[in-house]
C-alpha cells in the first residue's frame, strides 16, 4: 500500500489550492489521515488530522481557519482545501495514514507549495 499527494503548485498570497493524498487501494477507511508540512531549514510539522470515522479534526493554529481536511474514502482519499495562503505556507506538504487499530503507517512523497507575489 502507499498514498501518493498532489495538487502543489504555486500560488500568490491570497490565492487557494487543494491538495490530494489518494490510497493505492482501501488504505483510508482504516486508517486516521494527516498532512504535515516541511518548510526549508525547518522542522516537519502536523497542521491537520481527521480520524477514521471523520468525528475528530484538529488543526495547528498556524492554518486554523484557513485550512480545511477532507476525507472521501469511496475514493481512498483526503483532501487538504487551502484558502488565504501566505508566504509562510511555503513547504513541503506530506500525506501520512495511521491505522485506527493496528499495521503499518504509510507516508507520501510530498508536494511542494509555493506562496509569493
Known amino acids: 500500500a502507499q498514498v501518493e499527494e498532489s495538487g502543489g503548485g504555486h500560488v500568490q498570497p491570497g490565492g487557494s489550492l487543494k491538495l490530494a493524498c489518494v490510497a493505492s487501494?482501501?488504505?483510508?477507511?482504516?486508517?486516521?489521515m494527516q498532512w504535515y508540512r516541511q518548510a526549508p531549514g525547518k522542522q516537519r510539522e502536523m497542521i491537520a488530522t481527521i480520524s477514521q470515522l471523520g468525528g475528530n479534526i484538529f488543526y495547528s493554529d498556524s492554518v486554523k481557519g484557513r485550512f480545511t481536511i477532507l476525507r472521501d474514502d469511496f475514493r481512498n482519499a483526503a483532501y487538504l482545501e487551502m484558502t488565504d495562503l501566505r508566504p509562510e505556507d511555503t513547504a513541503t506538504y506530506f500525506c501520512h495514514a495511521t491505522p485506527a487499530f493496528q499495521g503499518l503507517d504509510y507516508w507520501g512523497k510530498g508536494t511542494l507549495v509555493s506562496v509569493s507575489p
Open positions: 487501494d482501501s488504505l483510508t477507511r482504516n486508517y486516521h
